[in-house]
């Protein structure tokens, strides 16, 4: 039995050997290589006696980087990734919420992590993979492991105004990217174009995949997906065969004019999710690649990242409306109603998700937990975990789920998850804010910041530059003299929504 990651990194390397499994624009690592490397890593973090530990890791979009989380999980501890471009305050946040003793980093981040809240031992990447291998401690680490460790914790915005982690456990882990696989069914031939950032959920389906089927990922440079022709050439020069992109960035790539300039036609596979596609741009990515199969994917990072899928089987116009589909295998879709009750046929209810994999709940967070990760309403004959994911959906007659929409004021905003009411208390934060509230265009993903007092729109915008992540930065913010309120006292929403959208 493969009872963790760790089994599946050794299986890759006896299979692979001295195949490429990530490449980025300066460098690339063998599955050889991987071994060495995250041995070595594993190797010094043994060493400083961690176990069953949050480690986190700060660094740049490069190739080391799923490396240094594949050293952590082989040193039986988990990794927390965090984008060397956020600000100083969210790393902070997740600083001080972890209370990590270690956290790795390149060497050209040094100078940055002195200016932060870290207080523990921080470890150079490019230092460790030439550090000393210690095979017997990591012979000894991997007969300690089980599938129900966690294997990492990804921070996402929180209603509270702290980011929340999920935990992921190895087996939750496993499961998804097994099942991912049954429907992409990738080889050794295949390359896959990396677009997420890496630590976001949706790039472990391009740290993993390369693990379980000797696929091969290109880490692409963020600033060529600002440049169409750029991109157009990396995908050409690298043969990259899948795109496992947010709906997002095939929309943003689209309206870059991407499809005209590439000029092979290697592209066979291409996996969306994070956010509705647009029907005019599903249509023009069918257009350019007739070949290929698209599939939409549905699910939260609390369910290790996608739950359910739906292959495109349609030609796309302007006005499709894709179906999220029918669950992974290993995965249960219940729709229930406010009183816990399941709904009735055709009818709109709460998608709440079971099966292997579900995580394990927040990180350092009982009480959230305990809201969100539920016995399941519907059993009451043995302990069945399910969860509750705040998100509307129904099925059709074919038996075909759809995304009907947000139960609370959470949005999807250009493939992340945002709380608007984080953004609410962020706007509080600022001097000269009297009241504030968050609304989000669905049609045109804007996020919009509507404020009254004596604080210029400039200053405001300066302040969430400066303490948010840059996706949860309002692109539009409003002034008006009074915000309208409800009878009992509150912000009337609907009527600020109309104000602005």
Not at 60 to 77: F, M
């Amino acid at each position: 039995m493969l009872n963790s990651v760790v089994s599946i990194i050794e299986k890759s390397i006896k299979k692979y050997g001295k195949k490429i499994a990530y490449i980025d624009n300066e460098n690339s690592v063998s599955f050889d290589d991987l071994e060495v490397m995250t041995s070595k890593i594993a190797s010094r973090i043994i060493q400083m006696g961690c176990f069953n530990c949050p480690i986190l890791v700060l660094s740049k979009r490069n190739v080391y980087t799923p490396v240094a989380y594949l050293g952590i999980v082989k040193s039986g501890n988990y990794y927390v990734p965090i984008d060397s471009t956020l600000n100083e305050n969210r790393i902070n946040q997740i600083i001080g919420a972890t209370k990590s003793a270690i956290l790795l980093t390149n060497r050209e981040l040094l100078g940055d992590i002195e200016k932060l809240n870290f207080v523990g031992n921080v470890l150079v990447i490019e230092d460790l993979i030439e550090a000393r291998l210690e095979p017997l401690l990591i012979n000894d680490m991997n007969k300690k492991m089980n599938p129900m460790m966690p294997l990492y914790t990804i921070f996402t915005s929180g209603s509270t105004g702290r980011p929340k982690g999920v935990i992921t456990s190895h087996l939750a882990l496993i499961n998804y990217i097994d099942a991912v696989n049954e429907v992409l069914n990738l080889s050794e031939e295949d390359i896959l174009g990396n677009q997420s950032p890496l630590d976001y959920i949706a790039a472990i389906r391009d740290i993993y995949l390369p693990l379980f089927t000797g696929a091969t990922t290109v880490i692409i440079p963020k600033n060529e997906f600002a440049m169409a022709s750029e991109l157009a050439a990396r995908i050409d020069k690298q043969g990259i065969t899948v795109l496992c992109w947010s709906a997002a960035g095939l929309e943003m790539t689209y309206k870059s004019g991407l499809l005209e300039e590439i000029r092979s036609n290697n592209i066979k596979k291409v996996l969306f999710s994070g956010s509705i596609l647009p029907g005019r741009v599903l249509e023009a990515w069918q257009t350019r690649f007739p070949t290929a199969s698209f599939i939409n994917q549905y699910g939260p990072t609390e369910a290790t990242a996608s739950c359910t899928y739906y292959v495109v089987k349609e030609k796309a116009s302007a006005n499709t409306v894709l179906p999220i589909g029918i669950p992974y295998s290993n995965y249960n879709i219940l729709l229930i109603n406010e009183d816990g009750t399941k709904t009735e046929d055709g009818s709109i209810g709460e998608i709440c998700v079971s099966g292997l994999g579900v995580t394990l709940g927040y990180f350092g967070d009982k009480v959230l937990s305990d809201e969100y990760f539920i016995q399941n309403p519907l059993n009451d004959k043995y302990r069945e975990i399910i969860y509750k994911t705040g998100d509307l959906g129904r099925y059709d007659e074919a038996g075909m789920l759809f995304f009907c929409g947000r139960k609370d004021r959470q949005v999807k905003h250009f493939g992340h998850r945002i709380e608007l009411e984080e953004i609410e208390l962020y706007g509080k934060k600022i001097e000269g804010v009297q009241e504030c509230v968050a609304v989000y265009d669905n049609d045109k993903s804007i996020l919009h910041f509507v404020y009254s007092g004596e604080v210029e729109k400039k200053d405001i915008i300066l302040f969430f530059r400066n303490n948010v992540p840059s996706f949860m930065v309002p692109r539009s913010v409003e002034k008006i003299e009074e915000i309208p309120h409800l009878p009992n006292g509150k912000i009337d929403i609907k009527a600020v929504q109309k104000l602005v959208i």
